[in-house]
């Protein structure tokens, strides 16, 4: 063990390139910057899901386990603000991204490294206020904030998680900028964009949605604030104003936030599948630009929150045809994917198991969501537990096992070493298990119309909460296992070698961990992505 | 001399002055973008009360003061004048010229400010048209009159707070020119500060007919 | 490595020109044109926009990349603005009842138009 | 734990066989998709799992007709849904001419509700079955939704706007009512019942017996309606605050309890057992109450528990 450790040190990368706190609060190296953030998010998401566990064990009897309703609010408040906009938007464009970006197109480092570090502060900054919000005093409105409830009627600490939500929103537009710009005047020579790597499509394309939609989200809840503040109207009915109004400007942003969370996952799968079939991924252009259509289509469907909520019902048609244009391209990555194995030499290292669980839960999720585009269905099964089951189906079926998978995947590229490879996929197997037990549940309370946000329940929908929350202390084992032993790797796992996996890309030319500059040389790139037939 | 000049423009990540360049002003249209969904929001509101309630909205509009506005409209194009010219002076390499129009284009952005701060907004402010700090108006369309003055607090003032972070990022600009940093080859960071302070000229551009000149004066 | 630099010349034109058409919108708000004070007010704000960007903001020779930029925001304000618009202006075509009065309702404190637009 | 459990949930208005026939279509696509893409996942994992380190598989770039077979089944797929969701939908937002309109208002954290006839209630809707009803909905403060599964109708209640909903319910019985918008701190407490009942009980219901409360607060209503109190509070006859289930000694030296049979046969024949110590002078109220009226009096005397003056519930 303590040889692998002199391998390692022996020759200058990131890790060892300075040393000390400041070494790390002060750098601009994109590397570095990606540690912090995932030291940052791995925070975040361990205060949102000890909420997630309490919700669940509260759910246990129907009227309530543990807290008073009012506690309760606070508690799926917290969780899903912390959750959505400090675990899953910024999970992997800050992490993955910020540390792949720039070695997948063979460049030194960001186009704005400052402005990068800058990004990660801002997100702090935000990140501490929500914090201060939700732990002194709580915050009762529900992640999204409607109003006038969140206005007039609540009297929790609104301004301050709404400011949080707005500042953090900075990072990400920030960081957005950052990659666009990145991909399209960094890239080496004879990187073409059809020869880019899959992952690079869907950070390109989620960096569209963080530019175009955050600032939307980041104005309306400057004005909730303000409303707060000063009681002005804007969305006050008292004034004139309109609640639904809102709920447009929210949904605007709030709905393409959601691909936010899910279109980097899809890149992460695109190269794992290619990787672990040792194949080129089959129709490279149609999992490209079904990226970039996603982004876009995003931005065209957010009435679907609003079906019930007293907008025009012609205005709904328009959003629900709309809707299930999304439903394609994300059908034609899934079959892609699929036909990507075929011939090929699959084997099952954890990153595999991790993505082939993307695609059967990011199926099932998606597949319910054309119950929530169909207008006379969603009137059924809006704001149930259907509703709470499809997005978790997404954001956590979906996008953080893509997370886990990214992480197990470039693991050795980040740390230099290997985790052991049988409780990676002991990890993957408990947490899909635990996953589908926990949420399936949640698809029938939600057709028998369970309301979400509920702290007291009818008994008849005892026996499906209990099983969900059997199935949520699975899934919290699940998630634990992988803190122990990659935290376990960094220090007695075996060394990892520039490419343990035989994987394609630049990323994987250089040594692990990476030197400062990335390269040695500015790499030239002389053929396709997933080039395995070579 | 041009040689090491060049060198230490250049950040480590960028092969060349010319990719560095690109990428600032990219950077720079990319965040123009993001700032143009940021006022889209307000826009949007904006566009739907208006609609909603045109009655009210041209009342709010004709307790404004069409002149004022029109001659901070008139200071803010000289601002834009001068920037370009300012950015001009830096490609050029002429250092006192970047100086003086850097100097005249933060004072006219500060006239702006000062305009809008004294003789309207305190104005308003007294006349009892600020929602949420002094309201009185008390007339037929009392409630959408409140709404458009919302509007106009929130449209104006988030301008003008864009107008106030442009003149601080101008003065950090001119003390760097003081010390002769810019020339033809390292002209980025003016070139960048004047797309963004052309935006916020833009942002008055529609700002003004939409808030002083609805529903006529004639 | 100066870039485009444009003469002095058309930035003063340009300037002019801005001027020129801020006295017109001005003056325009002056004359009755029924609804289309606010239509030509919007156009002309739109030209004076324009003139910016192109010149004062060397759009104009700047790459093709800039302008996709632009493009893309302004018809990403486009789908913000018209697709919620759609829901206000289409609402008011399903029937609502005229006015129930309710006991149990307050008196309404709406300035009235919200309620039963047409 | 397992009382009531079921996975499908009541079928209680004319709208809600089509909206499950739809849901149920889309299930069965589902099914057949997650099968599809899991069982061939499954049968590629297995066939060409890796044998060899060195193996190189054959390079596969695409298949265009494929592709183009991939996306337009879904589309085709998406367009057959969205025309049946949104022909569904907009039959089911059409209330037939011949509804009864009913007033609702949510407020934090109840429902109230109005009926045509002026009755009013809170969180709990009784409405006739068969017969088509049409919300008109507003809040008084935040917003509101106002949802009954069994019926499949759910829609927001908005602060300053009117909102509709109609359904025609086809079966009596006790259906959950929610709020499913999160409206504050006691959100998860805003629910109640619609409670449909057959035409001729409804007529009851609304000619006065059984509005709004519970069995004893109606029962109270009418104790206070027939006037009992002037005998039975004042000492002229026997004070009934805690009988209930206790023994009470008769005129003629015998013992009875005071169960609900007694109570019944006090207030239609009240001269067959008179109490000890008080005068035969109560009248009979045979006609003037009704079956139903006598087991709200007898939930109101049991309600008037142990203690002296005050009732327990």
């Known amino acids: 063990m303590t040889t692998a450790a002199v391998n390692l040190d022996s020759r200058a990368h990131y890790l060892n390139a300075d040393y000390g706190i400041k070494s790390w609060l002060l ?85 704005f490294p400052k402005l990068n570090l800058l990004s990660w502060y801002i997100y ?93 989200v980041a104005i309306t809840l400057a004005l909730v604030a303000l409303e707060r503040v000063f009681h002005v109207g804007v969305f006050d009915p008292a004034v004139g104003g309109d609640p639904i109004l809102f709920q447009h400007l929210f949904w605007f942003y709030s709905h393409p936030a959601v691909y936010i969370m899910i279109l980097p996952s899809m890149g992460v799968v695109s190269e794992l599948i290619t990787c672990f079939s040792k194949k080129r991924i089959f129709g490279y252009s149609f999992v490209a630009f079904s990226s970039v259509a996603i982004a876009v289509i995003s931005f065209l469907v957010w009435g679907h929150h609003m079906f019930v909520s007293g907008q025009s019902i012609y205005a709904g048609i328009i959003f629900s045809a709309l809707s299930f244009a999304v439903a394609i391209p994300s059908a034609i990555k899934v079959f892609n994917w699929t036909a990507t194995l075929y011939k090929g030499s699959v084997s099952y290292q954890a990153p595999m198991l991790y993505a082939i669980g993307f695609i059967g839960l990011f199926t099932m999720g998606g597949l319910t969501g054309l119950f929530l585009a169909t207008l ?57 298990i635990g996953f589908n037990l926990t949420f399936f549940p949640q698809y029938l309370l939600g057709f028998l119309g369970m309301p979400r946000r509920i702290a007291i329940y009818p008994p008849e929908f005892q026996v499906l909460n209990v099983m969900s929350s059997a199935g949520a202390s699975i899934l919290a084992v699940g998630y634990a296992i992988p803190l122990v032993y990659l935290i376990w790797s960094m220090r007695y796992g075996p060394v990892a070698g520039p490419n343990p996996w035989g994987a394609k890309g630049l990323e994987w030319e250089t040594p692990s961990p990476p030197p400062t500059e990335n390269f040695p040389q500015t790499p030239v790139v002389t053929e396709e992505a997933y080039a395995y037939g070579k | 001399m041009a040689d090491s000049h060049a060198a230490s423009a250049l950040a480590h990540q960028f092969e060349d002055l010319e ?98 701060l004294t003789l309207e907004w305190r104005h308003d402010y007294w006349e009892g048209f600020a929602p949420g700090l002094n309201f009185t108006f008390a007339g037929p369309n009392a409630k959408s009159l409140e709404l458009f003055f919302c509007f106009y607090f929130l449209m104006t003032g988030v301008h003008a707070l864009h107008m106030v972070v442009g003149v601080g990022v101008l003065g950090v600009l001119l003390v760097q020119a003081g010390k002769g940093r810019f020339g033809p080859d390292r002209f980025n960071a003016v070139e960048t500060a004047g797309l963004y302070w052309h935006f916020v000229d833009i942002v008055w551009i529609f700002l003004f007919p939409l808030l002083y000149l609805i529903g006529g004066r004639y | 490595m100066q870039g485009h630099v444009v003469p002095k010349k058309t930035y003063f034109f340009i300037f002019g020109s801005l001027l020129a058409l801020t006295a017109l919108t001005t003056g325009m708000a002056y004359v009755d044109l029924g609804q289309w004070n606010t239509i030509v007010a919007l156009i002309i704000a739109c030209c004076k926009a324009t003139l910016v960007v192109l010149f004062f903001m060397h759009l104009r020779w700047s790459p093709r990349l800039m302008r996709v930029v632009l493009l893309s925001a302004i018809l990403w304000l486009a789908i913000l603005i018209s697709l919620t618009t759609t829901d206000f202006f289409s609402r008011g075509w399903t029937p609502i009842p005229e006015g129930w009065e309710s006991s149990l309702l307050r008196p309404p404190t709406l300035p009235g138009n919200l309620l039963h637009r047409r | 734990m397992w009382q009531g459990f079921s996975i499908r949930p009541d079928q209680g208005s004319t709208i809600a066989q089509g909206v499950d ?76 001419a011949a509804s009864t309109e009913i007033f609702v208002v949510g407020k934090q954290w109840m429902w109230k509700l109005q009926h045509p006839e002026g009755a009013e209630e809170i969180n709990e809707l009784h409405i006739p079955v068969n017969q088509p009803i049409k919300l008109t ?67 009851q219901w609304l000619s006065g017996g059984v509005r709004g409360g519970t069995m004893a607060e109606a029962g109270a209503k009418l104790y206070d309606q027939l006037a009992c109190i002037t005998c039975h509070g004042t000492g002229k006859g026997p004070s009934l605050v805690g009988i209930y289930g206790r023994p009470v000694k008769l005129s003629d030296g015998s013992t009875v309890v005071a169960d609900e049979a007694y109570v019944r046969e006090s207030v239609l024949y009240p001269s067959a057992k008179i109490v000890e110590g008080y005068p035969p002078i109560m009248p009979t109220f045979k006609g003037q109450v009704t079956e139903e009226q006598l087991l709200q009096l007898i939930a109101y005397i049991k309600s008037l528990g142990p203690q002296e003056g005050k009732a327990s519930k």
């Open chain 1, 124 to 216: 702090m900054v935000g990140g501490v206020l929500v914090l201060y919000a939700v732990i002194w005093g709580g915050v009762d409105t529900g992640w999204t904030f409607y109003t006038p409830l969140s206005t007039t009627y609540v009297n929790t600490n609104v301004i301050s998680a709404a400011l949080g939500v707005f500042i953090a929103g900075f990072s990400s537009i920030l960081t957005g900028l950052n990659f666009v710009v990145t991909i399209h005047k960094m890239r080496a020579p004879g990187m073409t964009w059809f020869r880019m790597p899959l992952f690079l499509w869907a950070m390109y394309a989620t960096s569209l949605i963080q530019i175009l939609g955050t600032p939307v």
């Open chain 1, 376 to 432: 006379a269905v969603d009137t059924h099964v809006h704001d149930t537990y259907f509703v709470v089951g499809h997005f978790h189906y997404i954001m956590v079926g979906g996008a953080m096992m893509g997370y886990l998978g990214a992480l197990h995947f470039w693991w050795p590229k980040i740390t230099g070493r290997l985790y052991p490879d049988g409780w990676a996929r002991l990890a993957a197997a408990v947490i899909f």
């Open chain 4, 21 to 96: 026939h739809l849901f149920y279509f889309l299930v069965a696509i589902d099914l057949f998709f997650t099968a599809v893409i899991f069982l061939t996942i499954f049968y590629f994992a297995l066939r060409y799992r890796r044998r060899s380190e060195r193996e190189q598989p054959e390079q596969i770039e695409g298949n265009l007709p494929l592709e183009l077979v991939w996306t337009l089944i879904p589309l085709g797929i998406c367009v057959v849904v969205f025309l049946w969701g949104t022909s569904l939908f907009i039959r089911n937002s059409r209330p037939p």
């Open chain 4, 137 to 203: 909905m507003t809040s008084e403060d935040v917003i509101h939704d106002f949802s009954v599964p069994a019926f499949r109708i759910k829609k927001d209640v908005v602060p300053g706007m009117y909102t509709t909903l109609w359904f025609q319910a086809t079966q009596t019985g006790k259906f959950h009512l929610f709020c499913d918008q999160y409206c504050g701190t006691n959100h998860s407490l805003m629910k109640g019942y619609v409670i449909v009942m057959a035409p001729t009980e409804y007529e």
């Open chain 2, 19 to 116: 990719q560095q360049h690109d990428a600032a002003s990219l950077g720079m249209w990319i965040f123009l973008a993001t700032e143009v969904m940021f006022f889209g929001g307000l826009f949007a509101g904006y566009t739907i009360y208006r609609n909603l309630y045109p009655p009210g909205f041209a009342a709010g509009s004709h307790m404004l003061n069409v002149t004022i506005g029109a001659i901070n409209t008139a200071v803010l194009i000289c601002s834009s004048l001068t920037m370009a010219l300012a950015v001009r002076a830096a490609q050029m390499g002429k250092k006192n010229s970047l100086v003086a129009f850097l100097l005249l284009t933060i004072a006219l952005g500060l006239a702006f400010v000062l305009i809008k």
């Open chain 1, 27 to 111: 750098t601009t190296d994109h590397k570095r910057i990606a540690i912090l953030y995932l030291v940052s998010i791995t925070l975040f998401f361990l205060v949102g899901g000890i909420a997630a566990v309490l919700i669940r064990i509260h759910l246990i009897e129907p009227n309530g386990a543990i807290f008073e309703p009012g506690a309760y609010n606070k508690l799926f408040s917290m969780h899903g603000i912390i959750m959505v906009f400090f675990f899953l938007i910024p999970s992997i464009p800050a992490v993955f991204g910020n540390f792949l970006v720039p070695m997948m197109i063979g460049a030194r480092d960001l186009a």
